[in-house]
């Protein structure tokens, strides 16, 4: 950029950004709503839009009608100008088993294509599991592979990026290191690995109940698995080695060898079940015929456990909001949500709570969002280095 510095060709280039920056933000644009928002000439707006156009970024949609004057051209990113892929790793609805759970969308983050398959136990390469998955995805979207411009995959684990290393990941083979380069290599794309928590809270802050929060916690209460997320003015807090919200390995006392993991964890949450009458195949099957009615007790002592993990929270954090999520959080719903906000409201923490609105694959979805803005953010970096 310092050759560029004060020359037409740097103008140029920032022009050409920040209009296709509107495009991504906005959806579609008229040449006319581009000059309001931009404060750039007719002429230098026609030019913007030439360039887009011809470089395959920016495409016309339509034309509008009905109001005085020519009908004027309506603007859209072009779909096609990018995609991004997004795996998680979970177990599966079904068999609770490792699985790979993968989708693929366009620049506007329409999603294409959608897989899931099981891991095979016995195949201790991930990159090559993965890389499967993504061939996948892209022949049923009619892609080739070097279309994807960024791959997110989210792990039920920490990731230490400086040594390429999963940590706290109970499959097999999983944690050796070079992960992120060796799947570099086999798709030939940009490649982001990140905690399946940190990426949850990504989609709450995008399409959840925490979008108007400067800051805000995601606690997640899975089937099996425990984590924090933390997201500090909508950026998370991934520690020195992405082991920030490892909350599940917090010892409960001393000397007792008891974790949190141990009281809020799925298998003690199905024992806490049973033990107020309420057995079930699963934790969130048990919560979910509480919270329909007559569980209360059991609500309560659980809502109790939680508040004592949310009180550790708060008492180093304090933030604006803590988000419950994971199946179990989804499982009980409004009554397990109100019986938190009653448990933590009698501690000195009067932290507000709410239960995810997310119904989908929220890990999933946090991770297409996070690789689409990787997609986004090179696009617009090559433009604001055109020369």
């Known amino acids: 950029m310092a050759g560029l510095a004060g020359s037409s060709k740097l103008l140029r280039a920032m022009n050409t950004s920040a209009t296709l920056a509107l495009l991504l933000d906005r959806g579609t644009l008229t040449r006319a709503d581009l000059r309001e928002l931009t404060g750039l000439s007719k002429p230098t707006t026609s030019e913007v839009m030439r360039r887009l156009t011809e470089a395959g970024l920016a495409v016309v949609i339509g034309r509008t009608s009905g109001g005085p004057g020519p009908n004027a051209e309506i603007y859209a990113p072009n779909p096609r100008a990018g995609y991004a892929a997004a795996v998680s790793v979970r177990d599966t609805t079904e068999t609770k088993r490792p699985a790979l759970v993968g989708a693929v969308c366009d620049l506007t983050g329409a999603i294409l294509a959608r897989v899931e398959t099981e ?59 070079g992960l ?14 990140d905690n399946d928590v940190n990426l949850a809270a990504t989609a709450e802050r995008s399409r959840g109940v925490a979008g108007a929060v400067d800051s805000f916690a995601v606690l997640w209460l899975g089937d099996e698995g425990l984590g924090l997320a933390i997201d500090l003015g909508g950026s998370v807090l991934r520690g020195a080695r992405g082991g920030a919200g490892e909350i599940g390995y917090m010892p409960v006392g001393l000397a007792t060898g008891v974790d949190l993991q141990d009281l809020i ?40 456990r939680i508040a004592l993990a949310l009180s550790a929270v708060a008492a180093v954090l304090d933030p604006p909001l803590v988000v419950l999520a994971g199946e179990v959080a989804q499982a009980g719903g409004r009554p397990l949500r109100d019986a938190v906000a009653a448990a933590l409201g009698a501690t000195p923490f009067d932290t507000p709570v709410e239960v995810t609105a997310l119904t989908d694959d929220a890990v999933l979805l946090g991770a297409l969002d996070a690789g689409l803005r990787e997609v986004r953010e090179a696009l617009l970096g090559s433009l604001r280095h055109d020369t």
């Open 180 to 193: 992120a380069a060796a799947l570099a290599a086999r798709i030939g794309a940009r490649i982001g690995v």
């Open 119 to 177: 891991i095979d136990l016995g195949d201790t390469d991930p990159a090559a599991a993965i890389g499967a998955v993504v061939g996948d995805l892209c022949a049923r979207a009619g892609l080739t592979v070097d279309a994807i411009g960024h791959v997110q995959l989210g792990v039920p684990g920490s990731y230490d990026a400086v040594a390429d290393t999963l940590h706290h990941i109970d499959i097999p083979g999983w944690s050796q290191p």
């Open 265 to 304: 964890g799925g298998p003690a949450v199905r024992a806490l079940a049973g033990a107020h009458g309420y057995p079930a195949a699963s934790p969130e099957a048990a919560v979910a015929a509480a919270a329909s009615g007559g569980g209360d007790a059991f609500l309560t002592e659980l809502a109790g």
